[in-house]
Nanobody, 127 residues
Framework: QVQLVESGGGLVQRGGSLRLACAAS????????MGWFRQAPGKEREFVAA????????DYADSMKGRFTISRDNAKNTVYLQMNSLKPEDTAVYYC????????????????????WGQGTQVTVSS
């Protein structure tokens, strides 16, 4: 089993920044990749970013490119999401997720590729 705990959410003004962290524990050796998703009120959960442990090629949703940066600290089994130039439409609960590796090429953008999920952290961007 893998446990994921997110932190770093909060209230920020438009144009501000936040850095989310997701700490993994348990059988972390079985995780080849992790991702971030978000769910705004009344909307479906959507992909934000993902990163693999084996290379340096992160993947982002188009609307987050240039504003969000995903990174990892292998030694700490932690993934970060740096969010800059935040907009009110970025308001959502942000979830961290980890995959055991059984996914198709490009599959990190899809929820079905992930098995373990964190409890979520609220990000609110005021106008």
């Amino acid at each position: 089993q893998v446990q994921l705990v997110e932190s770093g959410g909060g209230l920020v003004q438009r144009g501000g920044s936040l850095r989310l962290a997701c700490a993994a524990s348990g059988r972390t050796g079985s995780i080849p990749a992790m991702g971030w998703f978000r769910q705004a009120p009344g909307k479906e959960r959507e992909f934000v970013a993902a990163i693999t442990w084996s290379d340096l090629s992160p993947d982002y949703a188009d609307s987050m490119k240039g504003r969000f940066t995903i990174s990892r600290d292998n030694a700490k089994n932690t993934v970060y999401l740096q969010m800059n130039s935040l907009k009110p439409e970025d308001t959502a609960v942000y979830y961290c997720a980890a995959t055991p590796g059984r996914y198709a090429s490009g599959g990190l953008k899809f929820e079905v590729s992930y098995v373990w999920w964190g409890q979520g952290t609220q990000v609110t961007v005021s106008s």
